[in-house]
């Protein structure tokens, strides 16, 4: 008997996307060894919890047990199956786009959250007041996802940005310019430069504004913030490891491009 669909269930279509690259990433498995778990219904299981907040625990018995969704969870993310998935995703709405696979401009910042007592990394943001961690986060134009860099919310975003440079080092050959926001000027954008040859592009708020207002390019990678807060997983960091925080950040950006290359 079949189960009732979820909201976040995949079509065949997008699971196709989805099954191509991991097919490409697995190792050559054992004569004789058969997959035990739908994966479909693993894939399904993962973004219900992303989406929805609820603890591994607590999946509906209608899904596979949830000791198999959360061994094939982790067993990806140490394999980089995650990243493997949403660059390639990416890549493909890139060019659905009328766009090039890899952006020469990008926009970068951050967002502080409170963790719980799960335990793990955590610090003090005393300009948000928040203490738990901050996702950095680098998109490109689109507002797509170029990298997540999860860490204590007590570093500061300059050296916290520093981390989410070091970690997209040669992997966007045509990246030339990053847009931020006043708290990453100073040094960062000599060290942008020597690190990367990055301009470091400062947008400002005019001195004479008053209230809310939408900054050029900034506004971009806001609007990603927002996407991720689609997701109930993420209102907090509840995990203890940042590894996968950031993992629970790229499931919900595959989800977001899945249901846009292959609408249901």
């Not at 493997?84 to 401009?105: K, N, V, Y």
């Not at 719980?116 to 943001?125: M, N, S």
């Amino acid at each position: 008997m079949e189960r009732r669909q979820y909201d976040t269930d995949l079509t065949n279509e997008q699971f196709e996307l989805v099954a191509a690259v991991l097919t490409s990433c697995k190792p050559n498995k054992r004569p004789g060894r058969q997959q035990r778990h739908n994966l479909l219904e693993i894939f399904n299981a993962i973004f219900f919890v992303v989406r929805t907040g609820c603890q591994w625990r607590m999946l509906p018995h209608n899904f596979p047990k949830w000791q198999s969704v959360y061994y094939h969870f982790r067993q990806w993310r140490r394999r980089g199956f995650w990243e493997a998935i949403h660059d390639a995703m990416r890549t493909q709405l890139r060019e659905a786009e009328g766009r090039q696979a890899t952006p020469s401009a990008a926009i970068i910042d951050s967002q502080s959250v409170k963790t719980t007592e799960a335990g793990g990394i955590r610090g003090y943001d005393a300009g948000k007041k928040v203490n738990g961690r901050k996702r950095h986060i680098m998109v490109d134009t689109l507002g797509l996802l170029l990298v997540v860099v999860v860490h204590s919310a007590g570093i500061q975003d300059r050296d916290g940005a520093k981390l989410v440079m070091e970690k997209i080092a040669k992997q966007f050959p045509r990246l030339q310019r990053i847009w931020a926001d006043g708290g990453y000027a100073g040094h960062l954008i000599e060290w942008a430069k020597a690190f990367g040859n990055w301009i470091l592009d400062i947008v400002k708020r005019p001195d004479d504004q008053k209230g809310f207002a939408v900054l050029p390019r900034r506004w971009v990678v806001e609007r990603t913030f927002a996407w991720l807060g689609r997701c109930r997983r993420l209102s907090k960091d509840y995990e203890r490891l940042t590894q996968t925080s950031e993992t629970m950040a790229l499931a919900s950006m595959i989800h977001l491009m899945l249901r846009r290359l292959r609408p249901s």
